[in-house]
Structures are given as structure tokens and as C-alpha cells.
């Protein structure tokens, strides 16, 4: 996810505020994440700038440098992500097939992939709609922002392990049973 912010400024350590700036015409911070089926956060790395390629962004987490080490072990036990045609072809992670002919093998391992990747979009959508922080650009140094969306992270991850827990389907009641235990 590409996470509008503000235009940073020139200061000693940021030499190049421009390399923030996206392809999608705003300047924003790359946002790598890793979801579950119920769209919790197990991972998030909210490092690097507007105009990094996802996949040099996740190549360059130390996640990424662990998962290349423990490749076999990952692959021998059947583990895997999922992730878009950005991302390099690896033993751990499925990508889509390119130019699946309609209702081929690849068309239909294409529908299923599609159908689990689904979950990271919408829960970046879901983080955004909740936190109306993220509605703009932020405005915030750029650590800040950082910790903003680790923090925005956590939160949304709680918030859906609470509502499975009160076996609730939407925030409303779910907030609405917060005020009631205060």
C-alpha cells in the first residue's frame, strides 16, 4: 500500500525528498504487510519510500531475509504467502499466472489466488476507512508516521480479534460493548 504523507522536507538525513513521491502522482511511504484470513496483521514494515518497488521493499525487510534462509524448511513443510505480480517468483511465495487463458487450470488457480489475496486489500481499506487520520496525507515527520501505522496496525488487529471473540460482525456493536463494560 502506498500511504500518502506530506512532502518531506530537505534536512540532513533526507537528501531527496522527491523519492518519495509515487507513480499514482502523491508522495507517500510503501507499506508492506502480511495478513491472515480474518485480515489481522501478523506483519508490517512501513520503511521505505513512496517510489520503492513492492518488491525491492520486501526484499529489503528482514523478513524477507529469513524466509530466503529457511526456504527448504518453509517448502518441505507446505508454507507459503500469497502475493501480487509484483513480487518475485520464490518456493514461498504463489504469485498469479501471467495471460491465463479463460477456464484453464491457470485461470482457475488464478480465480483462487486472487480470491486469497483479496484480504490484504481490503484490509488496508479497512484500516483506512476506521482511522480517519488516513483519509489525507499525513502530516507527521516521517518516524512518526511510521509508528502511526505500526500503531493503526495493532489497533485494527485488536479490534478483530475482539470482535470474533464477541461475536460481533460490526464496530458499532462492538464499541457500543466497550462503553457498556467500562
Not at 27 to 48: P, T
Not at 130 to 158: C, E, M, Q, T
Amino acid at each position: 500500500m502506498a500511504l500518502k504523507i506530506r512532502c518531506p522536507t530537505i534536512t540532513e538525513f533526507l537528501r531527496d525528498p522527491g523519492a518519495y513521491f509515487t507513480r499514482k502522482g502523491f508522495h507517500a511511504l510503501n507499506c508492506q504487510a502480511i495478513c491472515d484470513n480474518k485480515k489481522r496483521v501478523l506483519w508490517l514494515s512501513s520503511q521505505h519510500i513512496g517510489s520503492t518497488h513492492d518488491s525491492s521493499a520486501f526484499k529489503d525487510t528482514r523478513l524477507y531475509k529469513l524466509l530466503i534462509e529457511k526456504k527448504a524448511f518453509l517448502r518441505r513443510l507446505g508454507f507459503f504467502f500469497v502475493g501480487d505480480s509484483a513480487y518475485d517468483l520464490e518456493s514461498f511465495l504463489l504469485l498469479p499466472y501471467d495471460d491465463a487463458t479463460t477456464k484453464s487450470p491457470e485461470d482457475t488457480y488464478n480465480f483462487w489466488h486472487s480470491n486469497c489475496r483479496i484480504r490484504i486489500e481490503c484490509k488496508f481499506r479497512e484500516i483506512i476507512m476506521r482511522f480517519g487520520l488516513f483519509w489525507r496525507a499525513l502530516k507527521f515527520d516521517l518516524p512518526r508516521v511510521g509508528d502511526i501505522i505500526n500503531v493503526a496496525a495493532l489497533v485494527h488487529s485488536f479490534i478483530v480479534d475482539e470482535r470474533e471473540i464477541a461475536e460481533s460482525e460490526d464496530d458499532t456493536t462492538f464499541f457500543r460493548i466497550l462503553l457498556d463494560i467500562h
